[in-house]
């Protein structure tokens, strides 16, 4: 099938998708976007988050016709070229990478939380927002350090 | 000298500078081993056995062979090689010969155009099999002669006994027992297995892959493949996450095995059910202690047997068997000591190397025990810890002395000094914030049945490769002008797996050639090997290395200076104070020399080294005695947890750990090490399990393998100290392994401490808590 929806701002139309393809395999292997990352394949790890129409999912849970004429936002798609979002800044900058992983889906998903939040989140609601984001590697504790950084350096609704 | 080159150069040793790939990770532009692509690829699938142990009668590939889009379907057969590899023993089957010894083995591999083509075409295979009941007693395999055998050679992998005096003969004013178990802990990387094979012009084969051991792997693969290794070339792939689970060959062979048949290239990306099967876990234990004291506390003796399951087939088995028995005594002077620690063979799903291993399994057992020591005493945990605790001088109970710092009890006074954390979060609207509580969000107590603890924990990690093993590690280093500017590439085979090691190296290369500029090339095996990202000794082998291949650059390039001196008609005589600072020669005495763009013109430096720690010896087969270990290291934790008591649901309100690693060279790396380290081991104490029953597990997913979630960890509190090892590269001491060790004991002693119950398993489980459980855990399944 021919699956046809805007991604990162582009249009994107993507031919022989078989339909039992989902919305991760299409961005990974059919767009040249291997951003987005495949962990668990079950929505259990969040390592795929992207925004579909505004709202952030588990690509591997989505079909990919499920994205027909709708809107991705990709890890990808966060910078404003070479400017990196305070978001990622931020992660670098606090330990919160390691493997990097669990990176891409982290920063989509607090990426929506600052988008809905003004100021700094409260520690537990940083917890709350990223409770569906599994990492292995920091013990969460920079990730939440990096979140609060790019807080209080203004990233949040704009 | 060395204050003044560092003060010289930022980015250096005892900084934290950015990591070189931390921008790409970040925007999703950082290349893992699953997102290789190549035109004309295809993808690869794996046929595994449903069996824990049968006997193969007949494989049939014709209808997979039929399915369009396929392009080959191997077995066995088709290995040009050996047809078994393995780090130890070479005892696995690159695919299953004549029988299968675990759920999960491998049969026989496809490559197909699409990966779905290629999983649908292994359901196409038709395999008979003969199935028969497994061996999964662990205890029954190691001591019951006429338990079947595993393999022919039978099922004792290792059996290392340790005696110290006359364990059988002492007797003590207060003995305390104890039977411990270790659940099957998955390593839970995040990126699964997957690489790339290419088939190359040469007949050989280039292999992208995501590992923690290029040369390990190069070896085994070329034996399979019946290729000199100069033609199976090796570059490490990104790496998501590794900690133990990368040592072992998953889809190396599989991958290069279908390239080559096929001319194209091959891509393998295990899913994650398959990553379950796919590499090898933490070995499961059942520990039986019996620590014989006086009234006051102080040991007497320690009887210990230790039982490693290891699986169907020996990985790693040999070196866990090795930590356990060596370190089961624990970090405690101990002037009786008789252990034994076996490692077997069973048809459960292969163990090998995990953070930590066969110290992990022995610290919570010895831990538990301190505990139990403690009560029956009648003193505070940490005090028992202290009056028995090993310091600088001591001997571990193989008769090797510490002969370095080993500052045990500071550490346990200054971790019970930590002040208490807050009795509990409250809202804004004074009441307990849900998150806070045990069972958070899914509202099951707002505070009632709610008892806290407070646990503590202290472990002892050997770092690098102990035992005789011929460790080392190799780099190669070069300085030469880039624009006119001096520019440093550091090239090794060192895995980097997330710990930071690319940033390491960088930092080491900038302090001891006071070059800012400074580029870590991509590991691959063009470059002698830097042995594995394991055995938290990559800091201390593949750091010592990168030091060691800029020394002699240095050398050559204070050579060149004093050329440099004699041709300007400055005279011969090369100060002998010289040092490389800001891209200068400079002299203490004498001052600027000359600039490296002035010395070096179109000349590159370099140099290649090989890094060895000192050496080790065997452990003597009967006794255990012998100086087995390079270096010891030590984190204590104190844990502090609140229960629900009548629902045994447990929610840790806050980690903390104090370590000593001799030297800080990257503190926000070192203080991830700590802190994902303690997650782990908080893991294993309360969650992770790979449920086996029969020989088959009964949980490969995120779903039903649970690891710890950002609400499941605690905020923590870390202290790092530095006492020098006057026999590591700068002091350091190994840092990966050592968190994940005592996070684990102190996590259970909290919660012992808040309901009273004896706790001698980990995972813990809510019908433990609460008092329910039956007589043998086990039989929960």
């Keep these: 099938m021919r699956v046809t929806f805007t991604v990162n701002g582009e249009e994107r139309v993507v031919d022989d998708v078989w339909e039992g393809e989902s919305l991760l395999y299409v961005l990974r292997e059919r767009c040249g976007l291997p951003g987005s990352k495949n962990a668990c394949e079950q929505g259990e790890c969040g390592s795929c988050t992207v925004y579909l129409d505004g709202t952030p999912v588990c690509a591997c849970l989505v079909a990919a016709g499920q994205a027909e004429g709708g809107t991705v936002r990709t890890v990808e798609g966060l910078a404003e070229g070479h400017r990196l979002d305070p978001l990622q800044e931020a992660f670098v900058e606090c330990g919160a990478v390691q493997c990097g992983f669990c990176t891409p889906g982290l920063i989509v998903a607090a990426h929506d939380l600052l988008a809905r939040t003004d100021g700094v989140p409260a520690d537990t609601e940083i917890r709350e927002a990223l409770a569906g984001n599994l990492c292995r590697c920091t013990g969460y504790e920079q990730i939440i350090e990096a979140v609060r950084l790019a807080a209080g350096r203004g990233a949040g609704p704009s | ?781």
């Design chain 2, 1 to 781: 000298m060395t204050t003044r080159l560092e003060s010289g150069v930022r980015g250096g040793i005892g900084d934290s500078p950015v990591r070189p790939d931390g921008n790409l990770k970040v925007t999703g532009e950082f290349a893992y081993s699953s997102d290789l692509w190549m035109d004309g690829m295809l993808w690869g699938a794996t046929l595994r056995s449903p069996h824990p142990r049968a006997r193969i009668t007949s494989v049939d590939l014709t209808e997979a062979v039929k399915l369009p889009g396929v392009h080959a379907v191997l077995t066995h057969e088709d290995v040009p090689g050996a047809r078994c590899y393995g780090l130890d023993h070479r005892d696995q089957p690159v695919l299953a010969i004549d029988r299968v010894r675990y759920q999960g083995e491998a049969i026989a591999i496809v490559a197909a155009d699409h990966p779905e083509t290629a999983r649908r075409a292994c359901e196409r295979i038709v395999v008979g099999y003969e199935v028969e009941e497994p061996v999964t007693d662990a205890r029954r395999a190691a001591l019951d002669p006429a338990c079947p055998k595993v393999h022919e050679s039978g099922n004792i992998v290792r059996h290392q006994p340790v005696r110290v005096g006359d364990a059988s003969a002492a007797t003590a004013d207060v003995v305390v027992t104890g039977e411990y178990e270790v659940g099957m802990q998955d390593q839970a990387f995040l990126g699964p297995e997957s690489g790339l094979a290419v088939p190359a012009e040469d007949g050989g084969v280039d292999l992208f892959v995501a590992t923690q051991w290029l040369h390990v792997d190069q070896e085994q693969i070329a034996a399979c493949l019946g290729l000199p290794a100069e033609r199976v070339r090796l570059t490490l792939a990104g790496v998501g996450g590794a900690f133990g689970a990368r040592e072992d060959l998953s889809m190396q062979i599989h991958a290069c095995l279908l390239a080559l048949r096929t001319g194209r290239p091959v891509k393998f990306v295990y899913g994650r059910e398959e990553s379950f099967f796919g590499h090898v876990h933490r070995h499961p234990a059942v520990l039986r202690y019996e620590h014989g004291a006086t009234s006051d506390g102080r040991l007497v003796y320690v009887r210990a047997e230790i039982i490693l399951d290891g699986g169907a087939y020996a990985s790693s088995t040999p070196a866990v068997v090795g930590n356990a028995a060596s370190l089961g005594a624990g970090p405690y002077n101990v002037p009786n000591v008789a252990i034994d620690a076996y490692g077997v063979y069973t048809n459960n799903p292969p163990c090998g190397a995990m953070r930590g291993f066969g110290a992990v399994q022995a610290c919570f057992a010895y831990e538990s025990q301190m505990d139990r020591l403690a009560e029956a005493c009648g003193l505070d945990p940490v005090e028992v810890r202290i009056r028995n605790a090993l310091s600088e001088g001591s001997t571990i109970a193989t008769g090797q002395v510490v002969d370095m710092p080993a500052p045990l009890t500071d550490l346990l006074e200054r971790v019970r000094a930590f002040p208490p954390p807050a009795a509990r979060i409250t809202g804004e609207d004074g009441r307990p914030d849900l998150l806070g509580l045990p069972g958070g969000v899914a509202n099951t107590t707002h505070g009632e049945g709610v008892v806290r603890g407070v646990g503590y924990g202290i472990g002892i990690k050997n770092i690098c490769y102990s035992e005789g093993f011929d460790d080392h590690s190799t780099a190669r280093v070069r300085l030469e002008l880039v624009g006119g500017e001096p520019a440093v590439l550091v090239h090794t085979a060192a895995a980097e797996v997330g710990q930071g090691l690319v940033t390491l190296q960088a930092q080491i290369a900038r302090t001891e050639l006071g070059v800012d500029r400074v580029t870590v090339a991509p590991a691959d095996t063009a470059v002698g090997s830097a042995g594995s990202s394991s055995a938290s000794r990559q800091s201390y082998m593949t750091g010592g290395a990168v030091r060691a291949a800029c020394a002699a650059v240095r050398a050559r390039v204070f050579a060149l200076a004093g050329r440099h001196l004699a041709a300007e008609g400055r005279g011969g005589r090369v100060p002998a104070d010289l040092a490389l600072a800001d891209g200068k020669v400079v002299s203490e005495s004498e001052g600027v020399i000359a600039t490296l763009a002035e010395i070096l013109h179109a000349e590159a430096v370099e140099e290649t080294r090989e890094f060895r720690h000192r050496p080790t010896r065997p452990m003597d087969p009967l006794t255990g005695q012998g100086d087995s270990h390079t270096q010891f290291a030590f984190c204590v934790h104190r844990a502090v947890v609140d229960v629900d008591v009548e629902l045994g649901l447990v929610k840790v309100v806050e980690l903390a750990a104090v370590q000593d690693v001799g030297r800080i060279l990257n503190p926000v790396a070192l203080r991830g090490q700590i802190l994902g380290g303690s997650a782990q081991g908080l893991g294993l104490a309360l969650m992770e399990e790979i449920q086996v029953r029969d020989g088959v597990i009964r949980n490969p997913s995120f779903t039903d393998y649970l690891i710890p979630t950002i609400l499941d960890m605690p905020p923590m509190r870390t202290q790092v100290l530095e006492h020098p090892d006057p026999h590591a590269p700068y002091g350091l001491r190994g840092a990966g392994e050592p968190p994940t060790l005592s996070s684990t004991p102190a996590v259970i002693a909290a919660v012992r401490a808040a309901t009273g119950r004896s706790l001698t398993r980990v995972p813990v489980r809510p019908e433990h808590i609460t008092g329910h459980a039956m007589d043998k855990p086990s039989d929960l399944g």
